[in-house]
């Protein structure tokens, strides 16, 4: 059902690469993928339902939708475009985020599964009309319909369904598949812990921004940063002492863009968040460690059982996996 490719393979041990990951629907009917996440990595929580741009009426007396693109407001996120599989079907997600720490990748995919009875009374698919452009009308339609529908051009509203009950397609089914990745040194992370004298069941992470390697020891409860080693073996190798850490929290720290406040810090009390940048990623991590607070990546569950991060400071010891 799933097969995972790495951009420019293979992949150095700690690297940060993106991944495409293709989901095939090898049941005998349709589904709805809602979203991807990879297992030990940073979510990857697109809501692969979208809106798009104009105003949505429901026409109740024709039971039918009519989109106008020229309107200035965005519809509810009721839309979806190749995460709609037929069988025998696939999507394609790419620029997944994927850090190379383990050989064997665990991929989960998050979908909803329904007959086609179902997708034909609760799914509204485009009418297409060469004519009529200011308006995009979605309708129900048979299941002679069906094949049609993908003659449209991928990004275009002829590929696009409205589905304006999700809830009503059933519960989320959770696939997980294991998939081989090609690092090319897989001996670093034994070399890492070893000449920075950390016990051998310590986990390394990259910090490639920082150009430091991240290394959590649960013998003896610490986390912390060292250099890439430059002197003779056995020569000492300076610790930067850090918080304990989610090492999945370098990954988000990785893919911030410069100068940006985009990392969101929640702090255990729910009533205290802040906006940090990669300028004041060094600080806010020099502060958790003088106060003792572990810095972790939650994942929550949203009302529909989707992963959903939640970066906090303080509570619980972090358990790296």
């Keep these: 059902m799933v097969n995972l490719q790495i951009d420019g393979d293979p992949i150095g041990f700690g690297e940060l690469r993106d991944a495409r990951v293709t989901v095939s629907n090898t049941t005998a009917q349709p589904i709805l993928i809602r979203t991807v996440s990879l297992e030990q990595q940073i979510p990857f929580c697109l809501d692969l339902q979208s809106s798009l741009r104009g105003m949505l009426r429901y026409r109740e007396s024709i039971n039918a939708f009519d989109l106008y693109p020229g309107y200035p407001q965005s519809t509810p996120r009721v839309f979806a475009d190749d995460t709609l599989l037929l069988p025998g ?163 988000l720290f990785d893919q911030v863009p410069h100068g940006t406040p985009s990392v969101t810090v929640v702090h255990p009390d729910g009533l205290r968040s802040q906006l940090i940048s990669t300028g004041e990623i060094r600080s806010f991590l020099e502060a958790a460690e003088r106060a003792g607070d572990p810095v972790r990546l939650d994942v929550i569950e949203s009302a529909e059982g989707l992963p959903i991060p939640v970066v906090t400071v303080g509570g619980d010891v972090i358990a790296n996996g």
């Design 89 to 251: 079907e696939q999507t394609v997600f790419d620029a997944v985020p994927l850090r190379a720490r383990f050989a064997e990748q665990g991929v989960f995919v998050y979908y909803q599964i329904f007959s086609f009875p179902e997708l034909l009374r609760l799914v509204y698919f485009p009418r297409v009309s060469r004519t009529q452009t200011s308006r995009q009308r979605y309708e129900l339609i048979p299941y002679s319909r069906l094949q049609g529908y993908r003659n449209g051009e991928a990004g275009t509203y002829e590929r696009t369904v409205l589905v304006p009950d999700t809830a009503g397609l059933g519960q989320i089914i959770t696939a997980v598949t294991d998939v081989d990745v090609p690092i090319s040194d897989p001996s670093t992370p034994a070399d890492v812990i070893r000449r920075a004298g950390a016990s051998p069941g310590a986990m390394v992470t990259r910090w490639q921004n920082a150009a430091l390697w991240i290394v959590d020891d649960p013998t003896a409860g610490s986390t912390f940063a060292v250099a890439d080693p430059t002197g003779e073996e056995g020569d000492a190798v300076e610790r930067i002492p850090l918080p304990r850490c989610d090492l999945r929290i370098f990954d």
